[in-house]
């Protein structure tokens, strides 16, 4: 008797599903892994982005000195010697997120698909009163405590050091002081 085989045996099967199941083992973290550094390339493009707006808004005039502070004309001032100015850009807490009219596009979520929560720019007087030597610094950190929490300085972004964004952090909040320096003004970017 001659029997045609029609269709796999139920060992064929099996071998093919544990096959699969290997496969996608070894596949999944490296897919995981390029999404998290992509996501984190992206951070650090949109914190290169919002320093790039306060610097605009602070020259044009836009930024001015936060409720409660010394009144210094209300306009925002550029720190003196060995001086920082605090630019509060996001705070959930009191439902403050100058994000969305100073970027082109969107500015609510990171690109971890949370709504940031706390976020700094922190400009840093590093020369003396008749040389002023500014750079910038950010803080940047959304409800799924993504972000930026030690103020990471503005060349270092550009160079996309993707090591500065940590992920799920359960205790990382954005600060708002660059050690070293005393704050001379807390500012706040007006609509």
Request: hydrophobic share 35%.
């Amino acid at each position: 008797m001659n029997k045609k085989k029609n269709g796999f045996t139920l060992i064929e099967l099996l071998a093919v599903i544990v096959i699969l199941g290997i496969l996608m083992a070894a596949v999944i973290p490296g897919v995981t892994n390029t999404i998290n550094k992509s996501r984190r390339k992206t951070f650090l493009t949109n914190a290169e982005d919002i320093i790039t707006a306060v610097r605009n808004s602070m020259s044009s005039g836009e930024v001015t000195i936060a409720k409660g502070q010394e009144d210094a004309g209300g306009i925002c001032q550029f720190p003196g010697a060995k001086q920082e100015t605090v630019v509060n850009i996001v705070n959930s807490d009191t439902k403050y997120n100058a994000l969305t009219y100073i970027l082109e596009k969107g500015g609510v979520n990171s690109s971890f698909q949370q709504e940031y929560q706390k976020g700094y720019v922190i400009i840093v007087n590093d020369g003396t009163d008749d040389n002023n030597n500014f750079k910038y610094y950010i803080s940047l950190v959304d409800k799924g405590k993504n972000g930026i929490g030690t103020p990471a300085k503005e060349d270092d972004i550009v160079k996309n050091q993707v090591g500065l964004v940590k992920t799920s952090n359960g205790g990382l909040t954005a600060q708002n002081s660059v050690a070293g320096y005393q704050t001379q003004y807390t500012c706040e970017i007006t609509e």
